[in-house]
């Protein structure tokens, strides 16, 4: 690839990829935070209404909350890779296959998982480490946290299709609802009816059936974004979302039996006091938390569309600017947290005394961002490349392996007084040493040392067209349009397209691409940087043709519907009807902000 094309790619990425990127990630945050967004308003209710003794409660339900979290994340994830994959092979139809699949199984794990907790209540209180005057307090808790987990597991899976659907302000006004009523049910069990901590626990199930239901509404509306249809192969699919969206489950799941054990070594090396603070900063956290895992789904979901195109150029561009987002959003997060510990203390009701080892906690725990964000991106794409395998080894070695060994050395060799600390620091360590083995292992992949993001990501030989077979140019004008139809002719003949041939691709080219710049460009008004992403690849004696842009939703082959009328005049869309005649397959998609046009000649 020559300079020319690509300093032009990286203007695409630096426009395009940052526009899809920053319209995904927030309403990602939105539905990882679902999970966790009732643990957080009941820590801050709790924290000020209730005792210590109650604040300790949460701080041992939460593990079982995230466990089970988890599993929606899971299959939240999964189903925007699998979709984003659909998505590159130009199968976007599929959207209601896996929306169906998706549904029906969160559906029916979350009601097994309800029966099982509703049964089994006071042993589950017992394995997450519940001991003493708070034992009881996380009994009753939790039975009523247990009443909602089925619309807690569903409402991450519909707010991640109204994002793949282009409406993410929708999903994201879903916490809000969320959070409204979580808070109004919380206030008025502590002002009204006193139900205790089970009250706590039922007002946060009402407001999760609530929050689902504002969700439902916008699907019944909009049939188009998600709706139920027959499903052959519902296992399979199932099974599908499972493998691609496990990493991001696995690390909920270690995160929360790390915690639990935390749990455990915080209540004998620091007693009450310090549980409680721990749990103050379960809950504050919940916000920062729902970071990484809406950080790794957005790079999975962009990168699972590049691996379906096989794009290998965009996955590497994509991955660099991944990579720097990822930087600059976690330490941004971790330095936000870090200076914010002592007014989040008070803000969820930390005692004087316990004060000390709140504020601790909250500045220890930031420490996770700065060292883990380079992990979290990486696995993100592993996902989309579908090494879900390593993707969840490295997740559990860093979230338990390599916790488990800094806590119980904590314990063993630090200090009487400092000994809490030493176990609080297992998320930062076990973070840095997950960064350490993931950049040995793609050393002893790639063979070479993992400066470069070629190497990070050591992609198979066969992986994509070869790049001399590849062109890849980024236009904003109709003159662009004309000069890049005669580059994209001549890179045809020098790869051994005939001449004929080449010159249709040129004629689809320029028309499709002068159609977008000329016609949806105008339609932006007060938009800026508007960009046509032309890539051109040459594979198997076909000539495969993606264009992507960010202007206004506007389908060209719409018109070619008049094409099939017998009174159609046959001068109409004279363009149109050419590039019809000429290439043997073409699909029109919109997703995640984008325009994305496919032909094949």
Same mark, same amino acid.
Not at 486 to 498: A, L, P
């Given at each position: 690839?020559?300079?020319?094309?690509?300093?032009?790619?990286?203007?695409?990425?630096?426009?395009?990829?940052?526009?899809?990127?920053?319209?995904?990630?927030?309403? !990602?945050?939105?539905?990882?935070?679902?999970?966790?967004?009732?643990?957080?308003?009941?820590?801050?209710?709790?924290?000020?209404?209730?005792?210590?003794?109650?604040?300790?409660? &949460?701080?041992?339900?939460?593990?079982?909350?995230?466990?089970?979290?988890?599993?929606?994340?899971?299959?939240?994830?999964?189903?925007?890779?699998?979709?984003?994959?659909?998505?590159?092979?130009?199968?976007?139809?599929? !959207?209601?296959?896996?929306?169906?699949?998706?549904?029906?199984?969160?559906?029916?794990?979350?009601?097994?998982?309800?029966?099982?907790?509703?049964?089994?209540?006071?042993? /589950?209180?017992?394995?997450?480490?519940?001991?003493?005057?708070?034992?009881?307090?996380?009994?009753?808790?939790?039975?009523?946290?247990?009443?909602?987990?089925?619309?807690?597991?569903?409402?991450?899976?519909?707010?991640?299709?109204?994002?793949?659907?282009?409406?993410?302000? +929708?999903?994201? !006004?879903?916490?809000?609802? !969320?959070?409204?009523?979580?808070?109004?049910?919380?206030?008025?069990?502590?002002?009204?009816?006193?139900?205790?901590?089970?009250?706590? @626990?039922?007002?946060?199930?009402?407001?999760?059936?609530?929050?689902?239901?504002?969700?439902?509404?916008?699907?019944? *509306?909009?049939?188009?974004?998600?709706?139920?249809?027959?499903?052959?192969?519902?296992?399979?699919? #199932?099974?599908?979302?499972?493998?691609?969206?496990?990493?991001? @489950?696995?690390?909920?799941?270690?995160?929360?039996?790390?915690?639990?054990?935390?749990?455990?070594?915080?209540?004998?090396?620091?007693?009450?006091?310090?549980?409680?603070?721990?749990?103050?900063?379960?809950?504050?956290?919940?916000?920062?938390?729902?970071?990484?895992?809406?950080?790794?789904?957005?790079?999975?979901?962009?990168?699972?569309?590049?691996? @379906?195109?096989?794009?290998?150029?965009?996955?590497?561009?994509?991955?660099?600017?991944?990579?720097?987002?990822?930087?600059?959003?976690?330490?941004?997060?971790?330095?936000?947290?870090?200076?914010?510990?002592?007014?989040?203390?008070?803000?969820?009701?930390?005692?004087?005394?316990?004060?000390?080892?709140?504020?601790?906690?909250?500045?220890?725990?930031?420490? =996770?961002?700065?060292?883990?964000?380079?992990?979290?991106?990486?696995?993100?794409? +592993?996902?989309?490349?579908?090494?879900?395998?390593?993707?969840?080894?490295?997740?559990?070695?860093?979230?338990?392996?390599?916790?488990?060994?800094?806590?119980?050395?904590?314990?063993?060799?630090?200090? $009487?007084?400092?000994?809490?600390?030493?176990?609080?620091?297992?998320?930062?360590?076990?973070?840095?040493?997950? #960064?350490?083995?993931?950049?040995?292992?793609?050393?002893?992949?790639?063979?070479?040392?993992?400066?470069?993001?070629?190497?990070?990501?050591?992609?198979?030989?066969?992986?994509?067209?070869?790049?001399?077979?590849?062109?890849?140019?980024?236009?904003?004008?109709?003159? =662009?349009?004309?000069?890049?139809?005669?580059?994209?002719?001549?890179?045809?003949?020098?790869?051994?397209?005939?001449?004929?041939?080449?010159?249709? &691709?040129?004629?689809?080219?320029?028309?499709?691409?002068?159609? /977008?710049?000329? &016609?949806?460009?105008?339609?932006?008004?007060?938009?800026?940087?508007?960009?046509?992403?032309?890539?051109?690849?040459?594979?198997?004696? $076909?000539?495969?043709?993606?264009?992507?842009?960010?202007?206004?939703?506007?389908?060209?082959?719409? *018109?070619?519907?008049?094409?099939?009328?017998?009174?159609?005049?046959?001068?109409?869309?004279?363009?149109?009807?050419?590039?019809?005649?000429?290439?043997?397959?073409?699909?029109?998609?919109?997703?995640?902000?984008?325009?994305?046009?496919?032909?094949?000649?």
């Amino acid at each position: 690839m020559n300079k020319a094309s690509t300093r032009q790619k990286s203007d695409y990425f630096k426009i395009i990829a940052g526009q899809t990127f920053w319209g995904l990630f927030p309403a !990602l945050v939105v539905a990882n935070l679902i999970p966790a967004l009732s643990s957080i308003i009941n820590g801050l209710l709790v924290g000020n209404a209730f005792s210590p003794v109650s604040m300790a409660a &949460v701080s041992f339900a939460n593990p079982i909350n995230r466990c089970i979290g988890a599993i929606a994340i899971m299959f939240s994830s999964g189903a925007g890779i699998a979709y984003g994959r659909y998505l590159g092979r130009g199968q976007s139809e599929d !959207l209601h296959k896996v929306y169906t699949s998706d549904l029906s199984a969160i559906i029916a794990i979350g009601l097994v998982i309800t029966i099982i907790g509703e049964l089994f209540t006071v042993p /589950i209180a017992r394995l997450a480490g519940a001991s003493g005057e708070s034992f009881s307090e996380t009994v009753v808790y939790l039975r009523g946290l247990f009443i909602g987990i089925i619309p807690m597991m569903v409402m991450p899976s519909l707010v991640t299709f109204l994002n793949l659907g282009n409406e993410a302000k +929708y999903g994201m !006004l879903s916490s809000l609802v !969320l959070a409204a009523c979580n808070l109004v049910f919380g206030l008025l069990n502590v002002n009204v009816f006193r139900l205790g901590m089970f009250g706590m @626990g039922f007002a946060s199930s009402l407001a999760q059936y609530g929050a689902a239901i504002f969700l439902l509404i916008r699907f019944v *509306k909009r049939p188009e974004l998600g709706h139920f249809v027959k499903v052959t192969n519902v296992t399979e699919e #199932v099974g599908s979302m499972a493998k691609f969206g496990s990493p991001s @489950g696995v690390i909920e799941i270690a995160s929360s039996v790390r915690n639990m054990i935390i749990n455990s070594m915080t209540m004998a090396t620091g007693g009450t006091l310090a549980v409680a603070g721990f749990g103050v900063m379960c809950s504050s956290s919940g916000f920062f938390c729902a970071v990484i895992p809406a950080l790794i789904s957005a790079t999975a979901t962009m990168a699972s569309i590049c691996v @379906g195109e096989e794009d290998r150029a965009s996955l590497f561009g994509l991955a660099r600017y991944l990579l720097k987002m990822g930087a600059i959003i976690c330490i941004g997060v971790a330095a936000v947290y870090f200076a914010s510990a002592p007014l989040l203390a008070k803000l969820f009701g930390a005692s004087a005394e316990g004060m000390v080892f709140a504020v601790n906690a909250i500045r220890i725990y930031a420490f =996770e961002f700065v060292t883990s964000w380079f992990v979290h991106v990486t696995m993100g794409i +592993y996902q989309s490349l579908g090494r879900s395998a390593l993707a969840s080894m490295m997740n559990i070695l860093q979230n338990f392996v390599y916790a488990l060994a800094v806590i119980f050395i904590s314990v063993a060799f630090l200090p $009487e007084g400092i000994k809490v600390y030493g176990v609080w620091s297992s998320f930062a360590v076990g973070a840095l040493l997950a #960064v350490i083995t993931l950049l040995i292992i793609a050393w002893v992949k790639s063979g070479h040392f993992p400066s470069r993001v070629e190497y990070i990501l050591w992609l198979d030989h066969d992986f994509g067209v070869k790049s001399d077979d590849r062109m890849t140019i980024t236009v904003r004008s109709m003159d =662009e349009v004309v000069n890049v139809s005669e580059k994209v002719q001549n890179f045809c003949i020098s790869r051994g397209i005939d001449r004929k041939r080449s010159m249709q &691709v040129a004629i689809c080219l320029e028309e499709m691409a002068g159609n /977008i710049v000329s &016609v949806g460009f105008p339609q932006c008004e007060g938009k800026k940087n508007l960009v046509v992403d032309i890539y051109v690849a040459i594979k198997n004696n $076909e000539v495969f043709i993606r264009m992507k842009d960010n202007a206004t939703e506007y389908d060209s082959f719409e *018109k070619l519907e008049m094409y099939k009328e017998e009174d159609d005049d046959p001068s109409k869309n004279f363009g149109i009807r050419v590039i019809a005649k000429i290439a043997k397959d073409m699909k029109y998609q919109t997703t995640l902000g984008m325009n994305v046009l496919t032909m094949k000649i």
